[in-house]
């Protein structure tokens, strides 16, 4: 009987231990940083020069990470290339860049510095994390030298990579990421062999890390949450805004709500490069965001999240494919975004129902303005391809946009501000993927949390608001 009771209370005492080192919520904080840049000569400087610059920005992130650390923050996200910049070819990168070990050797920078040669920004780093009791995640480049038995060796000897790095609290390397979709540009980096997919667990939910333009394609990002179910994504960018689509804050809370998981975006501040566009957002609504082309300054973001959250699965397509095409008596038009191909029909009357398709995908609109403007024309398009820009990836939009100016050749052009009310929408389409990110961007790039929703029969629906 005693034995009974003692091993009742081990069971209890064992529970509650784990119970107390799981936590529900958490707060995460994001840092859009103004990066100091090099000069761009193209000729490298010595590893000194290149340090001296590191660390000027290093001490704003300092600054940054140790502001968040006094505000209770768990985690901060710093930027893309938020530590040296990105005009580079790759012999002027290479002073900038660092041996990163993989995460398995155990290794915390701040206490054993110099096991992996010389890494003074990871020992930074580790310290920034180990001193303030926060975990830090940045960007910076990996070196790694190969040799002619490699056929893939490139012709200087080495790979050089665009790294993400995770430091946890305590200081310890628990996570790196090599980026596996490069931007245009970035030729001073190389593709991992294998695309990478990254997570690790901490006592705040299990995390996942990718980079940029990654977003935009399967492998990793939709992996890391289809297959490997983390609860949060980290995402350090270098994101220049493209509207109406992809400006930064609405399209990464729409991947968020879209994916079902937090998502903790980072962007460098340069507006002069339309670069500004940071959040910290949640499935159901973004819950700090921050939009600045205005100034110079850097921004530090932090918010709650909770560290499990709830995910409810929508049918995109079940309503869309169960209605009758509406009206289609406006006459079609044909029109370009960000070099894509859409079709159109423009919104004539203050109440209407539309229907536009372009190939398997069609679209279906029922909105209500309060008023119907004579000095501002909308179109609902639609767009089923695959775009080849500046990356080559299948697409299907159901977009309401304003178009630039009352000529309707101006539909999809950029476009910043509105006057327009409308009182609802309701938009839907019969997309024929799961992987759908619902956006909602207003006059002056402002978000709409809590202003519309999505049903769960995959209907958009908005509230009153100016679009």
């Known amino acids: 009987m005693i034995t009974s009771q003692l091993l009742t209370y081990v069971a209890i005492l064992v529970l509650c231990i784990l119970r107390a080192s799981s936590l529900d919520t958490f707060i995460a904080a994001v840092y859009e940083h103004a990066v100091i840049l090099p000069n761009t000569t193209g000729t490298p400087v010595s590893p000194e020069e290149a340090l001296a610059l590191m660390n000027r920005n290093l001490d704003l992130l300092e600054g940054a990470i140790t502001s968040a650390a006094k505000q209770g923050a768990h985690i901060i996200v710093t930027p893309e290339d938020g530590i040296y910049g990105w005009d580079f070819n790759r012999a002027s990168l290479y002073p900038y860049l660092e041996d990163i070990p993989d995460p398995q050797v155990n290794w915390i920078p701040c206490n054993n510095p110099n096991r992996f040669g010389q890494t003074p920004v990871q020992e930074r780093l580790s310290c920034l994390a180990k001193d303030n009791s926060i975990y830090v995640v940045a960007n910076i480049g990996d070196k790694k030298l190969c040799n002619a038995s490699d056929p893939q060796c490139p012709p200087d000897g080495w790979y050089q990579y665009n790294t993400d790095v995770v430091f946890d609290s305590q200081g310890k390397l628990v996570a790196r990421y090599h980026k596996q979709n490069l931007f245009m540009g970035e030729e001073q980096f190389n593709v991992p062999k294998e695309p990478e997919v990254v997570t690790f667990d901490t006592t705040f939910g299990k995390f ?242 809590e202003e519309f929703q999505v049903s769960r029969i995959e209907m958009c629906k908005s509230k009153e608001k100016e679009s």
């Open 208 to 449: 996942g890390i990718f980079t940029c333009f990654d977003i935009l394609f399967h492998d990793p990002a939709v992996t890391l949450v289809k297959d490997h179910h983390v609860d949060t994504i980290l995402f350090p960018t270098a994101w220049m805004n493209v509207l109406p689509h992809l400006s930064a804050i609405e399209f990464h809370s729409a991947w968020a709500m879209g994916m079902g998981v937090n998502f903790l975006a980072a962007n460098t501040h340069c507006p002069s490069k339309k670069m500004t566009g940071s959040g910290i957002y949640a499935p159901d609504s973004p819950r700090a965001f921050h939009y600045d082309m205005k100034t110079e300054e850097g921004k530090l973001l932090l918010a709650q999240l909770d560290s499990h959250p709830h995910h409810t699965v929508v049918n995109w397509a079940s309503y869309a494919s169960s209605i009758e095409p509406l009206s289609k008596g406006n006459q079609e038009f044909k029109g370009t975004v960000f070099f894509d191909e859409f079709t159109f029909v423009g919104l004539t009357e203050a109440t209407g129902n539309y229907t536009v398709c372009q190939k398997d995908l069609c679209c279906h609109l029922s909105y209500k303005m309060s008023e119907k403007r004579s000095d501002e024309v909308y179109a609902l398009g639609a767009f089923d391809g695959l775009h080849t820009v500046e990356g080559r990836y299948y697409l299907q939009i159901c977009t309401l946009l304003k178009c630039r100016t009352t000529g309707l050749n101006t539909c999809g052009h950029s476009v910043e501000t509105a006057s327009t009310t409308f009182e609802m929408f309701s938009l839907s389409g019969t997309f024929g993927t799961q992987y759908v990110f619902p956006e909602v961007l207003l006059s002056d790039t402002k978000l709409a949390p």
